[in-house]
């Protein structure tokens, strides 16, 4: 047995089935970091509600869904869920249990966001007439986004590390194909070197994306951001 | 519907309490139309919780509001449609930053009026010039001065025709050389006929075309006059240390 081998590591560099692997990676991490945003949005809007118990409710969820270790979270939707009767496929499963679990984080940064956006900036709303709902989509909504983009962007890089935990529920992601090939051919060290490297091409292709939205929503801030930064220097 | 010779503004013994703290009493006043009412105190007089009551963004108690025949503290009065008829400006400006000059001048007109973009952004641009900002629409706020901001502040409220104008403090953030330029706007506004109701501590603005002026102190309105009576006739001894600290705070 070789120490390393560079064959072994280039011809499973371009697998195409490590490569469909990568690809449900990302897609389980696009679908559920959309699916959590919007769950997200509705949890930090029920813990702002104002209504007694509905806030109580949220605050449960996020309570339950970040104090328990997302393996377990998707164990028990996969493996304990048909003991009472109820049965989901894998993929249902893992998008399911991924969702819920980034909704909970997503909902406490879209709560912090919203609430930095001050009371003065909602009473001038207030003021000229907007209503709660126009207040909330038109003049406090994108300032939190531009607050809580970077930590969104961040929870979402996570998040596609964190897809691999449902290959212990047998999603045939990229962990799991990884797993599959090393099962078969013992190149241990080469195959999770391929792995960590579509990793890496997929996290710092988000943070390309990333930048770009954080430029984006930043228009009407640059020049507070260059006048920090000459502070800073 | 209310009639030209109503007043704009009533409020009758107007009362507001945190718990066992009173932050207004009794204060009753009238604004009529073309009346520019200058509202001045010792901070923590309860001007600034007053101006906000006029228009909703604080509740009260007591008493009773009337704004252009709309009885505010009423459960039942669709209160937005009510503020959009009452233009405010801010101590703190709160322009939207995420919007350019134009934007923040726009936005109330095309949401709560129902305008089109191309009649909102017409008469912005006109509000804009007549702050003399018309070159800076495309800017972000963050990009202007204190001053420049407050003006466009000013012109958003301004956009929407408001009935009065409701000013709170609209100079007490900003650096001295900037003052002027913002009080000039307003003046010009009150030349114009605009009905205003502004708590500040510019005793130059107030002197100059304040129709009627209340002196508030420990949330009741203590003294109240034309500005020659006030400045030249005061009568609580709480008015008079006021002004003598305001005008010489230096004692000389």
């Known amino acids: 047995m070789t120490m390393w081998s560079w064959s072994a590591f280039f011809e499973y560099l371009f697998s195409p089935f490590l490569l469909y692997g990568a690809w449900t990676t990302i897609w389980l991490t696009v679908v559920s970091a959309l699916l959590g945003l919007m769950l997200g949005g509705v949890v930090a809007a029920a813990r702002m509600s104002g209504i007694g118990w509905l806030e109580k409710v949220a605050f449960f969820y996020v309570w339950l869904m970040r104090g328990t270790p997302l393996l377990v979270q998707l164990v028990i939707i996969y493996t304990g869920l048909p003991q009472i009767g109820i049965k989901f496929e894998v993929v249902t499963c893992a998008l399911l249990g991924l969702a819920l679990n980034e909704a909970a984080y997503l909902s406490e940064i879209i709560r912090g966001a919203v609430q930095s956006v001050g009371i003065g900036q909602r009473n001038a709303a207030t003021a000229l007439g907007l209503t709660k709902f126009q207040a909330m989509r038109d003049v406090i909504l994108p300032q939190a986004t531009r607050v809580m983009l970077p930590m969104l962007g961040n929870s979402v890089n996570g998040l596609l590390k964190t897809t691999s935990l449902t290959s212990a529920i047998s999603m045939e992601e990229l962990l799991r194909r990884t797993n599959l090939l090393i099962q078969e051919r013992f190149l241990t060290l080469e195959l999770f070197i391929v792995a960590s490297i579509y990793y890496l091409v997929m996290t710092s292709a988000w943070s390309l994306v990333q930048n770009w939205l954080e430029r984006r929503f930043g228009r009407g801030f640059e020049e507070e951001a260059r006048l920090e930064n000459a502070e800073q220097r | ?252």
Not at chain 2, 1 to 27: T, W
Not at chain 2, 221 to 246: C, D, H, M, W, Y
């Open chain 2, 1 to 252: 519907m209310p009639n030209s010779v109503d007043p704009v503004i009533s409020a009758e013994k107007v009362g507001k309490h945190y718990g066992h703290f009173r932050v207004l009493q009794d204060c009753s006043f009238e604004v009529k139309n073309g009346e520019v009412v200058v509202i001045c105190g010792p901070s923590g007089s309860g001007k600034s919780t007053l101006i906000k009551c006029l228009n909703g963004l604080e509740g009260f108690d007591e008493g009773r509001i009337v704004v252009d025949g709309v009885s505010v503290g009423d459960p039942k009065v669709n209160l937005t449609k009510l503020r959009s008829r009452v233009g405010m400006v801010f101590q703190q400006f709160e322009l939207f930053p995420h919007l350019t000059v134009e934007g923040n001048v726009m936005l109330a007109q095309r949401r709560v009026l129902g305008r089109s973009s191309s009649e909102a952004r017409e008469r912005a641009r006109m509000l804009l010039d007549r702050v003399g900002l018309l070159e800076h629409s495309a800017k972000y706020p963050k990009m202007l001065s204190g001053g420049q901001q407050q003006r466009v502040a000013i012109a958003r409220g301004l956009a929407m025709d408001p009935k009065v104008m409701l000013f709170d403090e609209p100079t007490s953030a900003l650096d001295p050389e900037m003052i002027g330029e913002v009080l000039d706007v307003m003046v010009n506004l009150a030349k114009e006929g605009m009905t205003m109701v502004c708590v500040t501590h510019e005793m130059g603005f107030a002197r100059h075309v304040g129709s009627k002026i209340l002196f508030m102190d420990q949330g009741t309105i203590v003294e109240r006059g034309t500005p020659e009576s006030f400045f030249k006739n005061t009568q609580s001894e709480r008015a008079q240390r006021f002004l003598k600290n305001i005008l010489h705070p230096m004692g000389i």
